[in-house]
């Protein structure tokens, strides 16, 4: 028969250690004022007793407010890629909220480093008990999460990682094996000596992630002995035309190009310069669940979209946190989200 957890709580605690309630809620909540011997008394019960305490009841008694810091990316006109990861994170603090969390949202602009630095530095000035994090500029990243490691703030990856930095959980894709997908699926129409494009659109492309994933596509080639060549091209400057000016150097240059693999969600601009070349004989593979990437995808100018459910990811973060401060539970140190590929056929099934 199950023991009853109503009928062995506080007050049972209390009569069978001979002292008071009060006494039995300060060992629970390991707050001062009990002798070792009558903690030890106590706990022993609890042990005796399988009592679990009602962290949850106890949290909204005790109106005790954890703030929460999340720190990503702005939505620019170049990419709409965050809407999601803000979707998930506003579904896990409807969620929460009734718990005492309070979520603050600092945005800075993928095109600025500085604006990264200006976020963070008010997030230290601030109380905040954990931070959720996109680590999109790695070097300002890793100065901002020693400061963290200081204060003693846990804090949570998502979307991208940066390794040994202590922190809480990384939640997001197998970034080289997200390479190495992507490689596999630009093969079906490549000739037998090919020539592909790997072209990072991105102020920063030499960073973590976007290495990552190009090591992957690389390592898939080269564990298939497939031959011939793969070109890459860093496009910094991200507005459309730079975008464009850059990507007709690059095809005036090399004119037998079969294949272009963009490593992130502005896959679109890409789309948009071969539709406006005419070149749709050139198979296109990126990433991303967005509007402009499904209607390039629709019309058949993207052959594949890798997703990585940006949503799930922002959700997943929050409540990481929201476990590990609130419910004093263990969460995983890596949760690898999964490779979705999506097509032409099954994009109207797809939830992001």
């Known amino acids: 028969m199950e023991k009853d957890n109503t ?24 707050r001062t004022g009990v002798s ?25 008694a005790s109106r005790k407010i954890i703030s929460l810091a999340v720190l990503l ?3 620019s006109p170049e990419t709409d890629f965050w809407e999601a990861p803000l979707k998930g994170i506003d579904r896990a603090q409807q969620e929460i909220k009734k718990y005492g969390v309070q979520v603050t949202t ?25 931070v959720l994090m996109a680590p999109s500029f790695v070097e300002e990243a890793r100065g901002f999460v020693k400061a963290c490691n200081k204060l003693k703030i846990p804090f949570t990856f998502i979307d991208s990682d940066i390794p040994d930095q202590e922190n809480l ?30 072209v990072n659109i991105s102020k920063d492309t030499d960073t973590y992630n ?25 496009i910094k400057d991200t507005d459309s ?20 693999f963009v490593t992130n969600s502005r896959v679109s601009a890409v789309a948009s310069f071969l539709e406006k070349n005419k070149r749709g004989d050139i198979s296109l593979i990126g990433y991303d669940f967005l509007k402009e990437n499904v209607r390039y995808l629709n019309e058949g100018l993207i052959d594949f979209l890798i997703c990585h459910k940006p949503e799930e990811q922002g959700y997943r973060g929050l409540m990481a946190l929201y476990q590990t ?17 999506i097509t032409r056929e099954n994009q109207a099934f797809y939830q992001n």
Not at 55 to 60: E, F, G, K, P, T
Not at 169 to 198: D, M, N
Request: glycine letters at 6%; proline letters at 3%; hydrophobic letters at 40%.
């Open 210 to 234: 976007y290495l990552q994933i190009e090591e992957g596509f690389r390592s898939y080639f080269k564990d298939h002995n497939l031959p011939g060549e793969i070109i890459r091209v860093d």
């Open 325 to 341: 401060l609130v419910l004093g539970t263990a969460v995983e140190k890596v949760h690898f989200m999964p490779i979705d590929i």
């Open 106 to 130: 600092f945005l800075f602009d993928l095109n600025d480093h500085n604006s990264f630095n200006e976020q963070t530095k008010l997030i230290l000035e601030g109380t905040f008990n954990g």
């Open 7 to 30: 009928y062995f709580g506080v007050k049972e605690i209390a009569r069978r250690a001979n002292v008071s309630i009060a006494t039995v809620d300060r060992v629970i909540h390991n």
């Open 36 to 60: 070792e011997k009558t903690k030890k008394k106590i706990n022993e019960i609890i042990k005796a007793l399988d009592y679990q305490p009602n962290i949850l009841a106890s949290r909204l």
């Open 169 to 198: 959980t990384y939640i997001g894709p197998h970034l080289f094996q997200s390479g190495y997908v992507g490689a596999k699926l630009l093969t079906y129409r490549l000739k037998e000596k090919h020539k592909v494009l790997v």
């Open 73 to 75: 990316p702005k939505v």
């Open 241 to 260: 035309l730079s975008v464009t000016r850059d990507l007709k150097r690059i095809l005036h240059t090399h004119e037998d190009i079969e294949a272009i």
